[in-house]
């Protein structure tokens, strides 16, 4: 298998303009996590999906974060605008859904830069 | 919030040595996962340990679990430079639907 495919690896862009993230989980996995990793504040859950249903997006910072999931193969997260604080590195994680909270495969992360 | 906290930040040892990483955290759990983090790269599911175990071994990797005390660690014996990276743990949240990491340890082993 190919793991969680993520794109584009590296983004630069200036305040203001938008900014979308690409997600492909692992065949057969229906919950997918998105993440932001950053030095002050570690890894930090942005939003999941359980069968393509955005289960909890408690922690999307502001509304200008956004994130679908519209099949079972791909997911989107957007920021419009991108700001400076929004520098980070993104990643997503997929897994099979249980009752417990099993293994976790990640990505190798988008590293956002704003300028 | 962080439901997990790893201890020490950052660790230096040379080859050979074992290192030992800690980890607390706040709630009940049903299990525990280590995980480890290469420079640059996604993280990579090293060891789970559920509630009702004690100690777990994969190789030279040793995982303990204290549920009284709220806390793990996580012993690599004979440390080799390919072992330098960040370490860390998590639990499920509240919900028990998603995993929260704590902040790492940054291990260097130096040969």
């Known amino acids: 298998d190919a793991g969680v495919i993520q794109s584009p690896r590296h983004e630069v862009t200036e305040m203001g303009q938008e900014v979308t993230l690409r997600c492909k989980p692992i065949?057969?996995?229906?919950?997918l996590f998105w993440y932001r990793q950053t030095m002050m504040r570690g890894l930090e859950l942005l939003i999941y999906?359980?069968?393509?249903?955005?289960?909890?997006d408690s922690g999307m910072p502001e509304d200008r974060f956004s994130a679908k999931m519209p099949n079972a193969s791909f997911s989107t997260l957007k920021i419009q605008p991108s700001e400076p604080r929004d520098s980070a590195v993104y990643f997503c994680?997929?897994?099979?859904?249980?009752?417990?909270?099993?293994?976790?495969?990640f990505g190798e992360g988008s590293r956002l830069t704003v300028l | 919030s962080q439901q997990g906290e790893e201890d020490p930040q950052a660790l230096s040892i040379q080859e050979g040595e074992n290192a030992t990483m800690n980890c607390s955290y706040k709630?009940?759990?049903?299990?525990l996962q280590w995980y480890r983090q290469n420079s640059g790269r996604g993280l990579v599911h090293l060891i789970l340990?559920?509630?009702?175990?004690r100690e777990k071994h994969s190789g030279r990797l040793r995982v303990t679990l204290d549920t009284s005390k709220k806390s793990s660690s996580l012993l690599i014996t004979a440390s080799r430079a390919a072992d330098t990276a960040s370490y860390f743990c998590?639990?499920?949240?509240?919900?028990?639907?998603?995993?929260?990491f704590g902040k790492g340890t940054t291990l260097s082993v130096s040969s």
């Open positions: 340990i559920r509630s009702n175990e």
């Open positions: 065949s057969g996995h229906n919950s």
């Open positions: 994680a997929s897994r099979t859904s249980g009752i417990d909270t099993g293994e976790l495969f």
């Open positions: 709630t009940s759990i049903n299990n």
């Open positions: 999906f359980n069968n393509n249903v955005p289960i909890d």
């Open positions: 998590a639990t499920a949240n509240q919900a028990g639907t998603a995993l929260i």
